[in-house]
């Protein structure tokens, strides 16, 4: 692993990585994230009793439109062509979260974590938006890269926070 900086040149200004000469390889990422919510919202969610509508659709297709933008939301990301986007809900009644999991594959030059992190970000922002006039306290949390492929670098899995 380079510990090069690579969104900087030799002046020290930041630039987008010069992509040019890299292969286009297979690349998939997996992020996860919860949201910690009340027993009450949970139960609204489930019985589809939430009055702004379905949260857990609504958030889904959120977070695959944020995965669409990435590019123009995190300055130096580049423009990618989606091959797959899936964002997935489990609820944990026992410890009262929604944890939300976004794949992401692309065959491109470059690797698709931040894509993977921004929707589950925005998947878990759509699920607060749409329930904080039940409860703000919300709290996000956990939100991690559990694993990519593809690339120079291989495969990484986080093993402690999968």
Do not use: W
């Amino acid at each position: 692993m380079s510990d090069k900086l690579t969104h900087f040149n030799e002046e020290g200004h930041a630039i987008m990585v010069d992509v040019t000469d890299k292969v286009a390889t297979q690349r998939e990422a997996v992020a996860k994230g919860k949201i910690v919510v009340s027993q009450e919202i949970i139960d609204r969610i489930k019985n589809n009793e939430i009055e702004k509508g379905d949260v857990l659709g609504i958030a889904r297709i959120a977070g695959i439109m944020a995965v669409k933008k990435t590019s123009e939301l995190i300055p130096l990301c580049h423009p990618l062509f989606i091959s797959k986007c899936a964002i997935d809900f489990e609820i944990n009644e026992a410890e009262s979260y929604i944890e939300a999991s976004c794949t992401v594959k692309v065959d491109q030059k470059t690797g698709v974590e931040m894509e993977a992190l921004t929707g589950v970000n925005i998947a878990l922002l759509t699920i607060y938006d749409m329930c904080k006039a039940i409860d703000k306290k919300m709290e996000l949390t956990d939100i991690r890269l559990c694993y990519k492929s593809g690339g120079k670098s291989g495969v990484f899995v986080n093993e402690e926070r999968s």
